[in-house]
């Protein structure tokens, strides 16, 4: 079973740019997150999705930040203006609704830095 | 306020000694989950431990859901324990939002 896969690894931007990370979750779970993890810090909820509907996006800045799973399957994370304030790592997450503790089964991250 | 708060923040060990990672938690809701991070890498979940002692391998996790703590223990310590430890709990009781803390560092030397 292919794990869940995240790209890109890395980003640099320079404040103001764009970039979207791009998840792609494991086959059969329906529930999406995006965390941000800072630097030495414990990642936080970013939005979650089931299926392709927003359940929580309440800690999105959404000034800056939109996420979209538009079939239920892969989603994007986009940041646009960036801050260097973002710079952290973008981990994604899936689990499958009514599994036992609702394991979460994370990618590798994206990590960005912002100059 | 932070609402999981481990300690310690960081560890370091000769390999075959015992770590004891501690999780004080706000809520009594809790559905406590423990996780590793790889260095620089991924997050892998250890335990769903809501309550009560698990075991796997080398690792054991405690629970007291009424006093608000839960704790890791990783008995004869690898090298390839090193990396830090996170525990979570669920803030809305449906498994979905986690709050993680700020992890323990572990670092096994040999």
């Known amino acids: 079973e292919a794990g869940v896969t995240q790209s890109p690894r890395y980003a640099v931007l320079q404040e103001g740019q764009a970039v979207s990370f791009w998840c792609d979750p494991i086959s059969g779970h329906d529930t999406l997150y995006w965390y941000q993890q800072p630097r030495d810090q414990g990642p936080q909820l970013l939005v979650y999705f089931r299926d392709e509907a927003v359940i929580d996006n309440s800690q999105l800045p959404s000034d800056r930040f939109s996420a979209v799973r538009p079939k239920g399957t892969n989603s994007t994370l986009k940041i646009q203006s960036a801050k260097q304030g973002d710079t952290a790592t973008y981990l994604c997450?899936?689990?499958?609704?009514?599994?036992?503790?609702?394991?979460?089964?994370f990618g590798e991250g994206s990590r960005l830095i912002v100059v | 306020g932070q609402q999981v708060q481990q300690s310690p923040a960081s560890l370091v060990l000769q390999e075959g000694e015992n770590a004891e990672l501690q999780c004080n938690f706000s809520s009594t809701a809790t559905r406590l989950q423990w996780f590793y991070q790889h260095p620089g890498g991924r997050l892998v979940s250890l335990f769903y431990n809501p309550s009560g002692t698990k075991h796997t391998g080398r690792l054991t996790s405690t629970t007291v859901t009424n006093e608000r703590r839960s704790s890791l223990h990783i008995s004869s310590s690898q090298t390839t324990d090193s990396g830090t430890y996170f525990c979570?709990?669920?803030?809305?009781?449906?498994?979905?939002?986690?709050?993680f803390g700020k992890g323990a560092k572990l670092t096994v030397s040999p």
């Open positions: 997450a899936s689990s499958r609704q009514g599994a036992k503790g609702n394991t979460l089964y």
């Open positions: 979570a709990i669920d803030l809305q009781g449906t498994g979905s939002k986690l709050s």
